[in-house]
Structures are given as C-alpha cells and as structure tokens.
C-alpha cells in the first residue's frame, strides 16, 4: 500500500516550454503533497507544500509564478515549470501524507527527470 | 534554521563490512529523525523512523540510534553487500512542523 507514482518519469523540452509532472497517490487519499527539487549529488530541497484545495506554501527562494502546484483533488497534484531554462533541469520528486494518518509519514514518488535544452 | 549534515559523503567497502553512517542536524528540536535509501535516479525507500522519545530502531541489518541533545543520528549496516549499494539520506522532521529537512547523503559502494 501507499504508492505515489509520477508521470512523466523523465521529459526533455526546449528552452521557453512549460512542463507538467503529475503526482498521483494510487491507493491512498492524501491531505498534503510535497514537492522536491534535486540538483545531481545534491540532496533533496523541499519547494513547495501543497493541500488539497488550497494555495500551495512555497519555500523561501522558489518563485511561484514560475513553479505552479495545483493540488485539485486527494489524489492529484501537479507541478508545471513555466518557461522553463536550463538551470531548472533537475530531477523533481513528490511526497504524499495519508489523510487522517500521522502527518509524518510521506510516501516519495519515484522522481522526474527534467531536462531543459 | 535546521541543517543535516551527513558523514562521510561517499564510502566504498567490500562485501561483509560492519559499517556506520553519521547525521547531525542545528536544531534538538525535532520531531522525529528517518534514514531513507535513494538509488540512482530513483525515487526514496524509507528505511527507519526514530521518533524524537526513541533512542533507536532496528529493521534486519539496520539499526538506527537517535541523540536528539547532541543532534547526532547514526546508521548502523551489518554485513553489508553489494545490494546495499546505494545513497543514504537522513532527514528530520522538527517539532510544528511538517516539513523534512534532508541532509547531503552518503554514497555507499559494497564491493563484492
């Protein structure tokens, strides 16, 4: 039980395209999803906190206008890099709380691969 | 601000090792401290969960020890092989907060 998975699992697209990565809980309803951000040999750093049917809190340094969580429904968040450049080619991983559970748990999806030419 | 440090960042030994893996974080004031396994270009597996009231947890060869007042986890593999190849992530979560705070890794190689 308590797989998230994400799609797509790796994208190349032009620089100036915007990107969309879903985060999808499959057997669970989750009340908040997290998303990451990866830079290769760098650990993860939190970006955003996103609740279902409410604006995503981002972390210091993340802009918003250019990194949009929507989180419409208990299964379904989606994060879309808006004109993207180079520097945000990076490898993006979400995490779902269980709805109800302890709020300590979260369950990682298997990553994205973003690459930005 | 939390920090996590983890040392060494890279660690290579043969297969049947006892080996450590060391996390310090800033700030005692935690929640509860995790250890994940990260492979390459994948997705994390949690591995243990010390709640800040443990002192450690133990899952097969892993044993995980908490020192939340001297802000120091360690990660304790027995008998490694090759298998647990792999980086190793702590991350802590603080009190009030849902937030992980994730430390740099350390990338293990077991050598058969």
């Known amino acids: 039980g308590a797989v998230v998975s994400q799609h797509p699992s790796r994208v190349i697209c032009k620089s100036g395209t915007s990107v969309k990565i879903e985060c999808r809980s499959l057997d669970f309803q989750a009340t908040t999803m997290f998303w990451y951000r990866q830079f290769p040999k760098q650990s993860l750093m939190l970006m955003a906190t996103?609740?279902?049917?409410?604006?995503?809190?981002?972390e210091q340094g993340v802009e918003k206008d250019k990194f949009l969580i929507n989180h419409a429904s208990l299964t379904l968040s989606t994060l879309t890099v808006t004109s993207a450049h180079p520097e945000d080619s990076s490898f993006y991983i979400c995490s779902a709380s269980i709805a109800g559970a302890r709020q300590e748990t979260q369950y990682f999806g298997p990553g994205t691969r973003l690459l930005v030419l | 601000k939390q920090e996590v440090t983890q040392i060494p960042a890279a660690l290579s030994v043969p297969e049947g090792e006892n080996l450590v893996l060391n996390c310090s974080f800033t700030d005692s004031a935690i929640y509860n401290l995790q250890w994940f396994r990260q492979d390459p270009g994948k997705g994390l597996t949690s591995l243990l969960l010390?709640?800040?009231?443990?002192r450690e947890q133990t899952s097969g060869r892993l044993n995980a020890s908490l020192d939340k007042s001297s802000g120091r986890s360690t990660l304790y593999i027995a008998a490694s092989q090759p298998g647990d190849s792999a980086t190793y992530l702590c991350a802590v979560m603080n009190t009030g907060f849902q937030k992980l705070v994730f430390g740099t890794g350390t990338r293990l190689l077991v050598s058969p």
């Open positions: 996103s609740n279902e049917g409410s604006k995503a809190t981002y």
């Open positions: 010390i709640q800040s009231s443990q």
